[in-house]
């Protein structure tokens, strides 16, 4: 006997209400929106991150030497007061570089830019990133030039050649670095704070704009004014010109020099030394005997 089986219906169970709720909260805030969202967290994430790139910083002008450094000085034109800031050279830069991460990534062939006078330049360009802080830079340029002192004195035109790309590239890299980092305009208060307890000083490093002459910024004693009485001065005997007084300095190859006398034609190379030309006149003033009287003092 067929008995009729009875279909049977699937029974259906209702899900049991969800009792946590997730709360989504990203990593690395990029809104303010977010910021708001998280109120005072926000608030202490912000402090968070200021903490950790002051701390990479300070780290990073450690990991320098003093001569990395180039100190610029100038006069604020609004409080009048004395400026003073540290720009991190090229080879401070690869020091830095790791602390960072700052990726580096050639975009384009070199390229030789040719002087009319047979003197010539190397650009290259690139882009970095820096994965601490996420930020990225596009299309910086490296450029350096054959008239430049490191290479001046260098005869053989293939090692010129090659040394003149090199510092192309680190000037690229130095560029993408400095702005990745922040470390263009330093105050000099940041560097001394880093360098407290070590042998690093401030004296130490080298001068740049606002620090006086090219000798001056090489640490010469530089003599400021000759002495010599008004009406006194040098007499080009080539062109009968008034000569012009140079102060004391150190030559680009660190040799020293005395102040002296020179035409301001700089044609005529006619010069005298500042010490020989007061023997001379010295020798010729009169002396006591051959004062007349009422002439003494």
């Known amino acids: 006997m ?10 259906i169970v209702e899900p049991e209400p969800q009792t946590a709720i997730t709360r989504r909260r990203p990593d690395v805030p990029t809104t303010v929106d977010e910021l708001a969202s998280l109120q005072a967290e926000g608030h202490e994430i912000i402090q968070a991150r200021e903490q950790i790139l002051q701390t990479l910083r300070s780290a990073s002008i450690r990991a320098t030497h003093p001569s990395d450094w180039l100190l610029f000085r100038a006069i604020d034109d609004v409080s009048n007061e004395e400026r003073i800031t540290g720009f991190l050279q090229d080879s401070g830069c690869e020091r830095v570089r790791a602390l960072w991460g700052i990726s580096i990534i050639p975009t384009d062939a070199f390229e030789r830019i040719e002087a009319p006078d047979g003197q010539f330049a190397y650009r290259t360009c690139g882009r970095g990133t820096c994965a601490i802080t996420g930020e990225e ?4 340029e490296g450029i350096r030039y ?13 090692q ?21 980092a922040g470390l263009k305009q330093v105050p000099i208060q940041e560097l001394e704070s880093a360098w407290k307890g070590t042998s690093k000083k401030i004296g130490q490093c080298s001068h740049g704009r606002g620090y006086g002459s090219q ?7 530089v003599q400021e004014a000759s002495h010599v009485p008004v009406g006194q001065e040098p007499i080009c005997e080539i062109c009968q010109s008034k000569a012009r ?6 030559t ?9 006398w020179s035409c301001p ?33």
């Open 137 to 140: 830079v596009l299309e910086v």
């Open 2 to 11: 067929n008995q009729e089986t009875e279909a049977i219906e699937p029974e």
């Open 252 to 260: 680009r190859q660190g040799k020293s020099y005395s102040a002296f």
């Open 245 to 250: 007084f140079v102060k004391a300095g150190v």
């Open 215 to 221: 000798a001056e910024r090489r640490g010469a004693q």
């Open 160 to 180: 010129k050649e090659m040394r003149v790309r090199q510092a192309a590239t680190a000037n690229r890299n130095g560029n993408i670095v400095r702005s990745l």
């Open 265 to 297: 034609n700089k044609d005529h190379k006619w010069t005298i030394r500042d010490d020989e030309w007061k023997k001379l006149n010295q020798s010729q003033a009169p002396s006591d005997d051959d004062r007349a009287p009422g002439e003494e003092g």
């Open 146 to 158: 054959s008239t430049e002192d490191f290479v001046k004195y260098v005869d053989n035109p293939i």
